[in-house]
Structures are given as C-alpha cells and as structure tokens.
C-alpha cells in the first residue's frame, strides 16, 4: 500500500494507517509539505528512493560467465584442460576449453535472462512529471521527484509515483493492470477505510497506472521500490523458482560425477604408478577417464533441445522464455487463471440496453459532455450511440466517488437538457420516482448484476434555462430512462479450452482482483464452476493452509484476490504436491507468475514485467493457445527424457569402455578428442533428431506425470540401461581383442566403428515410435545415415588418422561387425523387453 517513507528535516514519522486512511490535512503534515509545493531548499534535503536497475549487460555477461566457470564440475574440467596443456596434449585441450566455454555461455544466458524481471518495471513508469513547486509549475524527470511534490495530471498521464490525491475534477485512471478492474477508476478527495480493497482506494493515484479522464493533482507519498508497484517488485524478487525433477535430478548427477571423477584421476595413476608405468602416461589416462565421467555436455543437450523444441512451439503462438518450462508445462496439474485481460479482451461491450435503447444510449453518451471519451463506458456509449445531435454544450459536472454520478448540461430547444449517468443506486436516488418503481429498477439490477454485468443507470431532466448550483441543482428531480448493461466479453475458445484441459487432467481455478459477481459470471460462462465463491484479502487470511487446501481440491473462483493471495495461492498448491500454472497479463499477477511452476503471461496485452517474470508468453493473446503449449510440453518433455536417457546410458558405457582397459593396464580406447566427436553425435545430433519428433496422437488423453515423481525414476533408469548395455557389449570386447591382435591404433579404429552404429540402433529403440516414417522426422535417418558415414571414414579411410585411428583390416572389419551386431540386437530386444515405449 501507498505509504508516505519521507518527510522532512525532522525525519519520517512512522505510522500504522495508511495514507488513503487518512484526512488529507494529515498527510500533508506528515509529509512536510503544501499545496503550493516544496521549496527549493526542502527538496535538496530529500532523497529519491529509485528502482535498483542492476549491472549493466557487459558486467552481467561477465559476471554469470565467471559464476558458471567457478561450479565444481566446471572447476574440475578447467584444471583437466591445463594439465592436458602441460603434458602437451593440444589437441585435447582445445577439445576440452572448447566444452567449458560453450557451456559457461549457455548457462550465463539461461541467468541473466531471468534476471530481467526488475529492469521492466522501468518501462511502467513516466520519463518525466509535472509538479508543482514553490507555487510554479514545472516539469522534472521522475528521478528527480521527492516525496511530498505536489504531481499534477490529466488524461493521457502515466502516473510517476504514489500519491494522495488532492484535487480532482472528473479524474479517473487505468488501474486494470494493477487490479483486475476493467472500468475506470475515479478518483477523489475523501479518505476511505483502512481495510479498503486496492481496487477501492479512490484517494489514491498509483505508479505505472494511466489517466483515462479528467484532471487533478495529489501530493507524492511514495516513489520506486515503495510504491504499490515497486512492493509488487520486491515480492518478484523474493520468489524463488522451484527446482524440477531434471534439475534435481542433474544436482545429483554433478555431485556422483564430481566423486567418480575425482577417484579416477587420483586411483588410475596411482594403480598405473604401482605397476610401473610412466608417471606422465598414468597422469594423462586419469584425465582422459575424468574428461569421460563428467556430464559436461548435459546442459547443452537440455538447451538444444528446449530451443528446438521452443522453435516448434512458436509456430503455434508459444515463446518459451525459460528452460525449465519446457519440462513443467506439460506436467502442469492446476492453472490458476487471471480474468481480466486472461480469460476476457478486457474492453467493455454493451450487452444490454433496458428501456428506450436510442434514448438510453443518446442520453448515456451526452452526460459526458463534450470531454473525449477515453473511459471504456464512455467509450462504448458513444460508439453504440452514433453521431449526437448537434447542440450548445453549456455545463459539465465530472464523475466523483462520492456522488458517483456525472451529468452534463446542453441547450435544448425548449431550454436546457441535463443527461445524467451513474451507479443506479445513485442515480435512482435523484429521480423523481415512486418508491415500488424504485424497487423494481433495484430488483432489475440485482438480477442483470448477478450475470455478470456492469450496470449504469441514464436519467435526464428538461429545463426551461440553465440549472443553478452546480452538480446539486442539475441532478435532481430526474425522470429515470433506462439502463445499460455492460460486460468484458470472454476471449474466443475459451471454455473449448478450459475443458480440453479437464479431459487432459489439467483443472481451472480462476483468481481475480474484480468484483465477486463479474468473476462468478466470467468463471461460468467459461466453464469452471464451484461449490462456492472465495473472496481475497481478510477472509482468505482467516483460512488456515490446510482449509485453504480444502477448498481448491476441485475447480475454484476467488474474486478480490490481492498479489498477496495469488502468491499464496500458488504455494498451498506446491506444497501439496501440485505443478501450478499461472496465467496474467498484468502487474499484480507478476508475484505468481514467478513462484508458478509454468508462468504464462500475455504477450499483446501483457505488461513488461509480467512477461519478463513468465515462462512462456502467448504471442497472440489467445487462451486456447495454452492447450497446444501444455500438449506440446508434453511432447518436448517425452523427447527430452529420451534424449537424457540416451545420452546419459552413452555416458555410463564410454566410462566403463575407458575404465576397464586401464584397470588391466592398457591403452584408453577413447582421448578426450575422440570423446569430443563421439559425443557431438550423443548430443547435438540426438537432439535434433529426438526432438524433431511429432507429437504422439494421444499426448492429451492422458493425466499429466506426477510432479511428486523423480525424474530419474524406474523408467528412465530402465531407458539409461539400454544404451549402456547396449554399447558396453558392443565396444569393450571389440576393442580389447583387436588390441590383442593388432595393437592400439586400429583398436581404436574398431571401438568408433562399433561405437556409432549401436549408438544410432539405441536411439532409434528409444523413440516413441521407432516404425514412424522417415518423412514424419527426416532428422532422425538423417543424423543416423550421418553416424554411420562418420565411422566408416573414421575406421576404414586414411581420414582418421588426423585422430591417431589406424583403419581396420578385412579381419578386424569381422570382429568388429560381430561386436556392433550384438549391441544392436539387445537395443532391439531390450526396447521390447522394457516396454520403453509405453512409459517414457
């Protein structure tokens, strides 16, 4: 809440009530300040307290990229790379700095792209302002604001900072993004309650929120990180993002490779040593060993994938910001829903006209005066209304929320003509009506309230001259005219889309800052339906986790939902084991989107910093483009535990390959630049091709995976067996008895042309379907017919010997052959055995 946090020379007096709690006498005293502004000596005093905006992008890039390098395993791969450089193995340690830089890039990315979210609250705000200081008016940049200016605003202002309003004159401001409200919210003098909602505070002027009418000036209470914004900011910044089953499950992979590593470079020399090998030699085979163990390539493989798959995802209107999205979103169990801007365009249309509907509408339009219309009501009136007759305008009485009315006087041929407009109870209350007319109208409303509408009332009053007294004698004795009933009407697909999500075990709570009636209404017309209609704020607070919990089980609608609540809601969800989805387009829904699992923001419509805080962004507004990102995350994230798997059984076989010869004293079949090759096509190559796979027809006929479920589960240790069997049974016993027969080089040669073979045979046993036809994924026989080309030059042409690869004899082609048929028949067996296919 808007609070002052600076005065003057005296310092700042703290206090519990807030500044739209109290008379605007108080605040001007508590802020040390005036109407006629500070003086130039008061603001020298005074400090602005600014938004932090962060490093600069050099120093960032900078930054995260040393942050990234000093990781253990990173560390460890660094000192590999300078011993290789000191026994001089160049070729190895160009191979080896190669994969440190690569990966130290794509992780300081990955960072500094989620560190954005503060910068954006920049875009929210003015350049400059307009103050009034020491009886002048004068325009300073928003940097230069202290508290206790006097701002002065009109329509089409952005607001620069919080301020306490102390003078309106039909003043009126956007506040959709901050709120949830889709009307115009008009703005006044007079203090309100202390438990007044946000949506509610009418004394109030909000950073970052638009003038849409009128004019008037408030005096600035708070700036930067404390204003209503700025607190919104600080609760983004707080959140933490929770860890995914693939990050945990990666954060236990780096601590096992980090042991295992380490043990080799220090038990593989010293066995050698004890044996009575070269030092120099024993030193180096650790190193190659250490080189293989570490899962170096991984986080590529993972982005690779995520930025194929986020290729796709865009073709359908889905940019994916953050990589863990792409595992989550398809696992999403709950989305939390915004209203305003979400679910519906917000912009209002007329859905209902009672009474004389060109009377109503004319009458409607003209009680703005001659102002333009920038308020969505008014807006829409005049559109509806068409072209007004042509009459002298004489007397406008702007909207306040306190008589919540406007009318506007006009020259009439038999005098004058006051068109009025308001709240109907407000209105109502200057007609000239009896009292069962009166009720009647009220039960009207009640009934067209309760489906959603928001509801004005048009009342006219003909004179024979102009009325005096201002707004008091004109709007009195009214003849009441009608109504008009107007609604945000729900975004295309909508309610195709919420129960597409149902049938794919994805459930729909909607969580609005609007009013509790236009929420239900919206909810309904969407789909979702409750046993009962949550209210934010204080009787949200009054709920225990446990008994908030209770009533979320199933589809929910919560109406005057704070940031607060919103965030709170997400994390009652997580700790019970929920994947939580947000959707929001605005600033209030910044908190949430962050804490979600799978943020989803508006791209169109959607703030800056609601999109920089997302996961994914919906290019083109539209809610039913939620379905095709939940199928298709779920489709990437089938592809990328295939990919992991893949890669992670190679990785287990090439660290036994290299580790069983140098336990019995002989050559490493692989150095680290063969590990290189070979791994280009385990990683780069299998990504194209795993994720260039279609989306499998049932994908959304199923519940989604259990977000309580490791992601290195029986399954997936099942799929990681594979490959591993697989190539171990392939390389180990062709590469030792070609070793035996033909010495070091052409054992090599044979190990690669095993290698690649099996290689592509597990990969194409781990698809979701193997039998698909090559011109569904040409990736795939692609990157295969690739593999195999690259092993026959590697082991059967003079071209290998750049790698120390003597090519292989018609008797070691033999030996070799036999090795890669046995492990490309347990790929073959062992897909089947394991029933990979049904369960990845």
Not at 338 to 356: A, F
């Amino acid at each position: 809440m808007a609070r002052a946090t600076c005065a003057s020379s005296r310092g700042a007096r703290a206090t519990a009530v807030p500044v739209y709690a109290e008379a605007l006498a108080v605040v001007w005293e508590r802020v040390a300040s005036r109407p006629g502004g500070l003086e130039p000596e008061e603001i020298a005093q005074r400090h602005t307290d600014a938004v932090q905006t962060g490093r600069g992008g050099a120093a960032a890039a900078l930054g995260e990229i040393v942050e990234s390098v000093l990781e253990p395993l990173q560390l460890l791969l660094v000192v590999v790379g300078v011993l290789s450089a000191i026994f001089g193995e160049l070729r190895d340690t160009i191979a080896i700095f190669s994969v440190i830089v690569l990966v130290s890039a794509v992780e300081a990315v990955s960072e500094i792209r989620a560190k954005r979210a503060l910068q954006a609250l920049r875009d929210l705000s003015a350049p400059s302002a307009l103050v009034r200081r020491a009886g002048v008016a004068q325009e300073v940049a928003v940097g230069a604001l202290v508290i206790g200016d006097v701002l002065l605003v009109q329509a089409g202002n952005i607001i620069a900072a919080d301020a306490r309003v102390s003078g309106a004159d039909g003043l009126a401001t956007d506040e959709s993004r901050l709120t949830g409200e889709p009307v115009a919210a008009a703005k006044g003098l007079e203090p309100v309650d202390a438990d007044t909602p946000l949506a509610e505070r009418s004394c109030v002027l909000y950073a970052g929120t638009t003038v849409v009418g009128g004019a008037g000036e408030g005096v600035v209470v708070a700036m930067g990180k404390d204003t209503e914004i700025g607190r919104l900011g600080r609760l983004v910044a707080q959140v933490k993002e929770p860890p995914t089953p693939l990050q945990g499950a990666m954060t236990e992979l780096a601590r096992a490779a980090l042991i295992i590593a380490v043990t080799a470079c220090v038990l593989v020399p010293l066995l050698g040593v004890i044996r009575g090998q070269p030092v120099r030699e024993m030193l180096l085979d650790g190193l190659t060993l250490a080189f293989a163990t570490i899962p170096e390539e991984l986080p590529i493989l993972v982005t690779v994938l995520v930025a194929l798959g986020g290729l796709r995802m865009a073709q359908h209107g889905v940019l994916l910001r953050r990589l863990r999205a792409a595992e989550t979103v398809g696992a999403i169990t709950v989305l939390l829903a915004d209203k305003t801007g979400t679910l519906t365009e917000n912009r209002l249309v007329i859905e209902r006209v009672e009474g004389d509907r060109a009377r109503v509408l004319a009458t409607g339009a003209a009680a703005h005066g001659t102002a333009a219309a920038q308020d969505p009501v008014d807006r829409a009136l005049v559109k509806a209304a068409g072209q007004p007759a042509d009459r002298q305008h004489l007397a406008r009485y702007p909207f306040d929320p306190v008589r919540r009315r406007e009318s506007a006087v006009w020259r009439d041929p038999g005098g004058a003509w006051v068109a009025v407009k308001g709240a109907p109870e407000d209105v109502l209350e200057a007609c000239a009506i009896s009292e069962p007319e009166r009720s009647s109208v009220l039960t009207r409303v009640t009934r067209l309230a309760d489906d959603g509408l928001r509801l004005i009332a048009v009342a006219e009053r003909h004179l024979v001259g102009v009325p005096g007294d201002g707004a008091a004698g004109a709007e009195t004795q009214l003849e009441f005219v009608g109504l008009v009933g107007f609604r945000d009407p729900l975004r295309a697909g909508v309610s195709d889309a919420v129960a597409k999500l149902a049938h794919a075990g994805v459930r729909t709570i909607v969580v609005s800052g609007d009013h509790p009636e236009t929420v239900t209404a919206a909810a309904r017309e969407a789909g979702v339906s409750a046993a009962e209609l949550l209210h934010g704020g204080a009787p949200l607070d009054a709920l225990d986790d446990d008994e908030l919990a209770g009533h979320l089980r199933g589809q929910a609608v919560i109406a005057r939902a704070t940031p607060e609540d919103k965030l709170r809601l997400v994390r009652v969800l997580q700790d019970r084991g929920e994947a939580v989805g947000v959707t929001g387009d605005g600033v209030n829904d910044a908190p949430a989107l962050a804490a979600a699992n799978v943020g989803i923001a508006m791209g169109g419509r959607g703030t800056d910093l609601a999109r920089e805080t997302s996961d994914l962004v919906l290019v083109d507004d539209a809610y039913p483009t939620i379905v095709g990102a939940v199928q298709g995350g779920r489709a990437l994230a089938s592809q990328l535990r295939r990919a992991v798997a893949f890669y992670l059984g190679a990785k287990i076989a090439l660290v036994v390959v290299i580790a069983v010869p140098l336990a019995l004293g002989l050559p490493a079949p692989f150095h680290p630049v063969h590990i290189v090759v070979l791994e280009l096509f385990m990683d780069v190559g299998a990504s194209i091709a795993f994720v260039s796979e279609p989306t499998a027809p049932a994908t959304m006929d199923r519940s989604p995976r259990d977000p309580a479920r490791r992601f290195l589960d029986g399954t997936q240790l099942s799929a990681i067996a594979l490959p591993a069997t697989a190539l171990t049974v392939a390389v180990l016993p062709t590469f030792l008895i070609i070793h035996a027969r033909s010495g070091a080089g052409m054992a090599i040669a044979a190990a690669v042309a095993a290698w690649l073979p099996v290689n592509v045979a597990t990969a194409w046993s781990l698809r979701a379907r193997p039998g698909l036809s090559w011109r569904r994924n040409v990736a795939f026989p692609v990157w295969a017919l690739t593999a195999l080309v690259a092993a026959f030059v590697l082991s059967f042409t003079r071209a290998g010997a750049a790698l120390g690869v003597t090519p292989l004899t018609p008797s070691s082609l033999l030996v070799t052959a036999a090795g890669a048929a046995a492990g490309v028949a347990i790929a073959a067996t062992g897909r089947v055995a394991l029933a990979l296919s049904r369960r990845l």
